[in-house]
């Protein structure tokens, strides 16, 4: 079992920014990457950026490429997302997850295995 936590989400002007954590707890140390996805209402659940805890390759959206960061801290079994040059189009709900399978295809949501609660971020204009 691994338990997410998300934190960091609230209200921001456009061009702002924001740092997301995600504090993972349990069976940690058999995750093979986490990843960030966010969804609006109406919408699918969207990719955002991935890092895998061994090696930290880092994987990231088209669409957030340049503005977002993805970050780790293994000793405190955090990942963090920075998040600047908001837009009111980034607001969503944000989830971190957990993927447990080795090889698995970061960028789909399908493929990991634990998820956070999620934490709103709204973006004004």
């Known amino acids: 079992q691994v338990q997410l936590v998300e934190s960091g989400g609230g209200l921001v002007q456009a061009g702002g920014s924001l740092r997301l954590s995600c504090a993972a707890s349990?069976?940690?140390?058999?995750?093979?990457?986490m990843g960030w996805f966010r969804q609006a209402p109406g919408k699918e659940r969207e990719f955002l950026a991935a890092?895998?805890?061994?090696?930290?390759?880092?994987y990231y959206a088209d669409s957030v490429k340049g503005r977002f960061t993805i970050s780790r801290d293994n000793a405190k079994n955090t990942v963090y997302l920075q998040m600047n040059s908001l837009k009111p189009e980034d607001t969503a709900v944000y989830y971190c997850?957990?993927?447990?399978?080795?090889?698995?295809?970061?960028?789909?949501?399908?493929?990991?295995?634990?998820w956070g609660q999620g934490t709103q971020v709204t973006v004004s204009s």
């Open positions: 349990g069976r940690t140390f058999s995750s093979y990457a």
């Open positions: 997850g957990a993927a447990l399978s080795w090889g698995a295809v970061v960028d789909q949501g399908h493929e990991y295995d634990y």
């Open positions: 890092i895998r805890w061994s090696g930290g390759s880092r």
